[in-house]
């Protein structure tokens, strides 16, 4: 087979961690929904920052604190055109995807939820996406309220013009980490819409493989985080629209997020930076720039195209060799969905699944994936994840069949 | 590096296949508390039923891994007919045993190897698991039952 | 003169930035308060990470993330252990020391605090010490009170004792950043648990320049950054005495710090996993291990030893050579003061002085180094700030001189 | 690499040295806003009067280094004369000429000579700001004088 429209032998070489043995055989690295591995230029970029530019932004006015600004400065545009933003500064840096929703559940949540409004969330989504609605339920008394999922891991639409009654934000994920079901955002935006509520995505899971367009979508924010997208660890980004985050308060509080201080209070600086306080991520914030340029390098069009080839190969390669013993809990087709593969197989506990998989060099996880509440729904505690990525290819996949057989007959008492 | 070998050793896999101690008991007489192993969405239930200061009963529910359902397994075998307080002994050593900080702050965990710490003997089969130690994330699987007896009794200890 | 502590010609060896040329000339690094430079061993201990053991923590049960969580609970032990903490879960990784300022306003003041109640802050707090508690203020009617300073830019502790009235809390910076003043910490402590009050210090200026004992402070809360110790950006902690983190409730939501989410709400998990939402600075955390052991490694001892040394010289020097032209807004003795020289040159703005010396090499921070309150005190809107670290030796105190005086010719009109 | 003399041209620092128009006037008639730099804690009143559509007076009070004390003495001298709208257009073309996102995103802003730029005529002696956008540390220091203008012309719009 040699379908696939990335040169993934070319890509791998480009990863240092894909290079390691593990128990003496090569890595088999499935696992990308948790974190991807990071190419050597994303590593080279923040060795660079450190080595000749590492000094405290907007605050310097030496040459090398000028040059870490306007690197800093630059990643924010990239990431602002990555995301399809209109302005640079409707992108607020973060530590992770994670402080994004809480930022938008404090300050905007806070100011414009009342008793009795409804955040609806989908079965789907992440803790981090079910959560900070939960802490500002409890302080609110604000209503949650859920989309209900289909047989297959879709989120089941049918009765959204009922559920949408009092909502006043959806917040929704672009790709789910356990199904790997890709709802239909610009139809949920515009039924969203038209109750004059927002829409908030958390595109964790889909802006590593898919091409993003926050204007195509119609949010009103989107929450995304680097180190599943080649970047590092330690940084994650909101984008909002102008108009709402210029209206909201700020969160976080502290340096550089003042316009001025007094014995008597403060007065918020101007958006992004009102979002931004005390010293940033700035070597993490540099290296996702490397990482973006390394990702539109490959184009997100062929990442996509790879990974719907792969997702399908993998479908077809484990139904096939593992017929009845395996469950894959999610879309059996392509379409619209990404290569999230949750599998059952046999009644082997996903924790001594994977263990046994790993002696077989295959890295994927096992556990609630951070649902809870769709593990309850799929009637489960737990899953085994494998999650296909830009570097893997079909042997990397008849890696994962080979040891979940192997793994069958380990615990065959 | 440690090998599956150093994990399921074949007592471990004994109890997961013959899990002693399945069920449930009435509450009261008895006393149960419920465990989560937050990484991994495992839970258990623990029911203890004293007698005279003596453990005459434990039932275990829920569901879990080879590791967190054989460790359990064990545990009830191992503290039924001790007291309350020599429960805690066995409890405090087996914790020890499974401690990754144990070997000095900052020591490679995955390397420490205590089987000639004092406190660590007198845990019969459950010695089995000193494996576990080489895989940190497991640890909160072999530990599940042992928390959730811990909680059992305190509320015994309020009552 | 050759009475320094430290080789500082090896040291410098071990930092790739220093080694740079600005403008063609070697660069005189002179802003560690804003941040410090990273040693090699900082830097390959992150990519080691990235190359060999880049994964998800404590939910992988694969070998290379069971190598990183290892890392990462090292890490948290090896910093508890350098604060004098006497466990590893009294420690909670933060993306900087604001975050962590922002924990406790949050999560323990919004419990604890009510109307009235006071927050005692010192005149010398960074803005980081010092909004978070203004929002709490606003929010929540709490008092917020000064401790004012002495013509020296000390704390003026003549009227403690009435300044004490009513106060829950004192938030206090273990060392100026502009002033370089070293409040009396634990003469504070006994004084504020007298009444019955908590006290919080700021360590960001402290832990990279003398040995920190938070038992010796008797301190309840304690914040630091990573990237002002010779760590990466990205990464800070709160230490917190165990009873109080075990009371608080959780700040920000999302996956890792539940113990269980279901539809109608969360049981949060216990200390400190409760307080680290989502992916933690992985890579971050494991650098900082590095520095810890860098500074470790040449003893803390000895490096305030030098830095008391150098800044004795620096004092000495600047005043000699540039005489009354100049002013030292802080403790003219090097006792209780650390190696921070905010300074005035003429009536030269900081911004412009702080351009010129960059021509010369040498990189000083202009501004109010958010400490409003502070400059409002001592009646300027900026300073232009020389900080000293383990890495400067007494030729860079000589590029500052010269440059000032260079400065000085510039702009005399 | 960007030198001293790309920033302190003459003309700079001779407005740095006479600085035109500073002082105050009288509100009302006349109008005010103040303006903070957030980096570096300089801050500037920025008063005008306008007479039959006209800027007749503007006066600039607080302090700044030479960037922001020169941009806004360079600036009180554009706009007097001019009507409001006449104002916002020297205002955007000399933003324009500040703005570091300008050619095209992720462009190197150090590198980016816009001399060529249509709109970015007419601004006479402001040009001489215009290396300011090699130091972008200095850029909010050459706007704030006008940032704050922005504000008194936003009052004077909703008077
Ligand atoms: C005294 C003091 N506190 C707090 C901070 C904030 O540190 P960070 O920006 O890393 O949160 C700083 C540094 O800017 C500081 O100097
Ligand atoms: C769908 C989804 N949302 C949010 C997150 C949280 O991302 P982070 O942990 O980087 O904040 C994740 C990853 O764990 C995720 O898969």
């Not at chain 1, 043995?21 to 696992?31: A, N, T």
């Not at chain 1, 969330?121 to 289909?150: C, K, M």
């Not at chain 2, 429960?87 to 045993?97: E, G, L, N, W, Y």
């Not at chain 2, 909160?140 to 305190?154: I, M, P, R, S, Y």
């Amino acid at each position: 087979m040699n379908t696939l429209s990335l040169d993934v032998a070319a890509i791998k070489a480009e990863f240092p961690l894909l290079q390691r043995q593990v128990y003496d055989q090569p890595i088999v690295y499935l696992d990308s929904g948790a974190t991807s591995q990071k190419p050597q230029s994303v590593l080279d970029a923040m060795n660079q920052y450190y080595a000749e530019i590492n000094a405290n932004i907007h605050r310097g006015a030496y040459l090398i604190a000028e040059q870490a600004t306007t690197a800093v400065e630059n990643s924010r545009a990239a990431l602002a055109r990555f995301l399809g933003a209109s302005v640079a500064e409707e992108i607020v840096f973060t530590k992770n995807a994670t402080e994004a929703v809480n930022l938008v559940a404090h300050s905007w949540g806070r100011t414009n939820l009342r008793e009795g409004d409804v955040v609806l969330l989908s079965t789907l989504e992440h803790h981090a996406n079910i959560v900070p609605w939960q802490q500002l339920a409890a302080d609110q008394g604000v209503e949650i309220r859920w989309i209900p999922i289909t047989n297959e891991g879709r989120l089941d639409l049918t009765d959204l013009d009922a559920l949408l009654d009092g909502v006043r934000l959806l917040a929704v994920t672009a790709a789910s980490n356990v199904t790997g079901a890709m709802p239909p955002l610009r139809y949920l935006a515009d039924a969203v819409h038209a109750v004059g509520a927002k829409i908030l995505v958390d595109a964790s899971q889909w802006s590593p493989h898919r091409p993003t367009d926050v204007a195509a979508w119609d949010a009103d924010f989107v929450v995304l985080t680097a180190h599943k997208m080649c970047g590092p660890t330690g940084v994650g980004a909101l984008w909002g629209r102008r108009d709402l985050l210029d209206a909201m308060p700020p969160f976080l509080g502290g340096g550089s997020m003042i316009q001025n201080v007094t014995f008597d209070g403060f007065t918020p600086a101007e958006v992004p930076t009102r979002f931004e306080a005390g010293t940033q991520p700035l070597a993490e914030i540099i290296g996702w720039h490397a990482a973006i340029t390394f990702l539109e390098g490959l184009g997100l069009e062929a990442i996509a195209a790879h990974e719907r080839d792969l997702t399908a190969y993998a479908l077809r390669t484990l139904t096939e060799r593992l017929g009845h013993d395996l469950t894959i809990h999610g879309p059996s087709s392509v379409e619209d969905r990404g290569g999230t593969l949750s599998l059952a197989y046999r009644d082997i506990h996903p924790h001594d699944l994977s263990q046994v998989l790993d002696q077989h060099g295959v890295c994927v996880r096992a556990g609630h994936h951070c649902t809870k509440p769709l593990m309850k729904v799929l009637g489960v505690n737990a899953t085994t994840r494998a999650s296909l990525y830009l570097y893997n290819d079909e042997a990397d996949v008849d890696a994962l069949a080979d040891a979940l057989f192997a793994a069958g007959e380990f615990f065959a008492f | 590096m440690a090998g599956l070998e150093d994990l399921y050793r074949e007592i471990i896999l004994d109890h997961y296949r013959n899990p002693r101690n399945r069920g449930e008991l009435e509450v009261p007489p008895a006393t149960m508390a419920e465990g989560f192993n937050p990484l991994c969405g495992d839970e258990i239930q623990v029911y203890v039923e004293v007698r005279q200061g003596i453990i005459s009963e434990v039932r275990l529910g829920g569901q879990g891994c080879s590791i967190s359902q054989s460790s359990a397994s064990m545990m009830s075998t191992a503290v039924i007919g001790k007291s309350t307080d020599g429960a805690r002994d066995v409890m405090r050593d087996f914790k020890k045993m499974m401690s990754i900080h144990e070997d000095g702050l900052d020591g490679d965990a995955t390397s420490g190897q205590t089987a000639d710490r004092p406190g660590a003997s007198g845990l019969g089969d459950l010695e089995a698991l000193r494996g576990v130690v080489k895989f940190p994330v497991r640890i909160k699987c072999a530990t599940l039952g042992w928390n959730t007896l811990d909680q059992v009794l305190d509320l015994l200890e309020v009552e």
